[in-house]
């Protein structure tokens, strides 16, 4: 039945993808509604959650120590003693993923219905999205790392229909060519360390792998293999990570991956392609835990990357900039957590940032649509009274992204904090950095949530009457400020309740998730010495003590504008270094995209047009100049081609007669 889970969405691809088509070829032929393609894609992945929650029960109901279910479907790739099975594996890990992937995925699904109702074309949107779930399904079930791969480039492929999908729009559509291009960057290093990896253990079967890495016990290196070959091969795939999961360096095509719809964005950066990287390392602990500077490098670059984020967060106004900017931060987390060696800790927050931060997005898709398409978080304000509904829930998620107990960012995110100051592989410097981190995010969700529902609107209000639709315009210059219908309020419910209850799946100590996940990536390795378990709960005060502090400024900074404004006019400097976002991407437009720009028209016009083009074009005029030449004795008339074949014919019985001669 695994195959079943990518199967449905990859079904709702080719009906609504040919349905698309079909109408595209006749111009006169009835364009599919929302409503219809919507709802296929939405039964086609909901219908996958539904045997992706079938089989975890299945493998609940098993031994721990044979908690898997297998299902090879056929030879992928045979060369040689290379043999490659097209199949799937389904163990504690990627259950998990799958349940997250296709339930928020039906959610946000269901919320596209009523998002994407008034677009010219819903059966290519909702094509696309079926086509993005069945990618990343490919991705967490393969059994080995081609297959991995294979949905890896898939949500590439597909973030870039998606991401550029008003490709009209130039804005957008670089947007889309920006992650694009971003992500084959990254995938260049996933590349090499996968060829790297088979040519070093023989095997790309992950389960195959992880027996000949492991042979030689817990914590040993494999018999011949070098310690710098393993940091090789795991800092060649974390490359690969930088890319998909947007980290230093390669973060940038993140935030402008905004363009696309807001339901793309919450597919996108809450619960599926972002977080392929952690999966990864997850998947491939057995590897990374071998090699201490690889986990080095993760969870420096993950604490970096959090930081560094948070920063550029707190000065955004569009309402979706800050949210694409936090899920940077948040993915910094979670390599944070994986790179001490807490791999539970970094699933666990990869599961609660699914669920709060699909509800942020999802819920400034609300308000966009509610605001008639505006997301400047300074033109709002005062939105709690007029759509109370997408307040109540948006205020769920702002809690528990601020790390507010008991809500489920809370649990997830401190453990993160305790693992990174009390581990082995942590340090008390990568805690300071993620607690700062922690401060920042209350502060700018914060400022997101006050400058959106609280105080006064910063808009014009129009006075009138509605439309039956509920998005009339009324009377005067302003806007008819409406709530969301229920078809994007519900999904919006469901998140919710997850965001404030989803936490207590990994209550510290009690943690269900920590036992479930035991298989994989091995028993909890404890804390390092000379760190008292006690601790535990100082920290976790400390850091809840952090988030109120981030919270109460910035409700006193931001309930009156001027004071906002003062602040930033006293670092003026500072200020516009963050609102330029560090000048990263000018950065790079220079050291980067000119010198590539300019040695490809170089390389354009002093090679292809001056050579290439003249040595094809001149073989092109020797052969005119030598048919027009021939074409001089093409007279048409009979009596001179007669003429011509007497002098060959004579030419000819000359030649014998010499020979004779001879």
């Known amino acids: ?83 490659l099975q097209m199949g799937f594996r389904l163990d504690s890990l990627n259950t998990l993923f799958t349940l997250v992937i296709t339930g928020v995925g039906t959610l946000i699904h269901l919320y596209s219905v009523g998002y994407m109702g008034h677009d010219e074309t819903p059966g290519k949107f909702f094509s696309y999205l079926n086509l993005f779930c069945f990618a990343m399904l490919m991705l967490v079930l393969g059994s080995s790392l081609p297959i991995l791969f294979l949905g890896w480039e898939g949500v590439g492929l597909c973030s870039y229909l998606l991401i550029g999908y008003w490709y009209a729009d130039t804005e957008k559509a670089s947007a889309g060519k920006k992650a694009f291009i971003a992500n084959r960057v990254g995938d260049l290093g996933f590349l090499l360390g996968m060829f790297l990896i088979y040519t070093t253990f023989g095997t790309l079967d992950f389960a195959q792998l992880k027996e000949v890495v492991m042979a030689g016990g817990h914590g040993a290196l494999p018999h011949g293999v070098a310690l710098g070959t393993i940091t090789t091969i ?70 970096a990357t959090a930081l560094f984020a948070a920063t550029i967060a707190l000065v955004q106004t569009d309402i979706k900039k800050v949210l694409a900017y936090s899920t940077v931060s948040q993915l910094g987390y979670m390599f944070l957590g994986c790179g001490v060696g807490a791999y539970t800790a970094g699933v666990f927050h990869v599961i609660t940032h699914a669920f709060f931060k699909a509800l942020l997005f999802l819920g400034a898709g609300s308000v966009i649509h509610g605001m008639h398409e505006e997301q400047n978080i300074l033109k709002m304000g005062g939105l709690r009274s007029r759509m109370p509904r997408t307040f109540l829930v948006f205020a769920i998620g702002w809690l528990a992204i601020c790390g507010i107990p008991p809500f489920s960012g809370f649990f997830s ?51 009138g009457h509605d439309d039956h639709h509920g998005h009339g315009h009324g009377h005067g210059h302003g806007i008819h400020v409406h709530e969301s219908p229920w078809i994007m309020v519900a999904p919006l419910g469901v998140l919710a309740v997850l965001s404030a209850a989803g936490g207590f799946m990994g209550v510290p100590h009690l943690s269900w998730l920590e036992h479930w996940l035991e298989p994989v990536v091995g028993a909890h390795h404890g804390i390092a010495e000379g760190v008292s378990p006690s601790l535990e709960w100082v920290l976790m005060g400390v850091s ?56 490809s028209k170089g390389l354009w016009k002093g090679f292809d047009v001056a050579v290439i083009d003249r040595f094809v074009v001149g073989f092109g005029r020797i052969s005119q100049a030598t048919g027009q030449a021939v074409r001089t004795i093409q007279t048409g008339s009979i009596q001179v081609y007669a003429f011509v074949l007497g002098l060959g014919l004579v030419a000819t019985v000359g030649y014998l007669i010499y020979g004779l001669a001879r």
């Not at 952090?546 to 906002?564: E, M, P, R």
């Not at 220079?590 to 720009?597: E, Q, S």
């Open 413 to 463: 995110k401190d453990e993160i904090l305790w693992t990174a100051f009390s581990s082995p592989h942590g340090s008390t410097v990568l805690w300071a950095v993620g607690a700062v981190t922690a401060v920042m995010t209350a502060f700018y969700m914060t400022r997101l949530f006050s400058l959106t529902f609280l105080g006064q609107p910063r808009f014009q209000e129009a006075h």
């Open 544 to 599: 809840v003590v952090g988030a109120v502090v981030g919270i109460t400024f910035a409700l006193k900074l931001y309930s009156n504008l001027k004071n906002a404004e003062k602040l930033a006019q006293s670092g003026s400097g500072l200020h516009k270094l963050l609102v330029n976002k560090w000048y990263v991407d000018e950065l790079y437009e220079a050291i980067f995209v000119k010198p590539i720009h300019a040695l």
């Open 234 to 303: 795991c800092v060649l795939l974390f490359v690969g990570c930088t890319g998909k999961s947007a980290q230093i360096p390669l973060f940038v095509w993140l935030p402008d991956a905004m363009a696309g719809p807001t339901p793309v964005s919450a597919l996108i950066h809450a619960a599926t392609m972002v977080t392929s990287g952690i999966y990864m390392v997850t998947r491939l602990n057995f590897l990374y835990s071998l090699s201490p500077d690889a986990l080095g490098l993760v969870a420096g670059i993950g604490a």
């Open 1 to 83: 039945m695994i195959s079943l889970i990518p199967l449905f969405p990859l079904i709702g691809f080719l009906i609504n993808g040919t349905w698309y088509a079909l109408g595209q070829s006749r111009p006169g032929a009835r364009k599919a509604s929302a409503g219809l393609t919507g709802g296929i894609a939405t039964l086609a992945i909901f219908a996958s959650f539904l045997v992706s929650l079938q089989l975890f029960l299945q493998l609940h109901g098993m031994p721990e120590d044979g908690r898997v279910i297998e299902q090879m479907m056929f030879s992928w790739m045979k060369v040689g003693d290379f043999n």
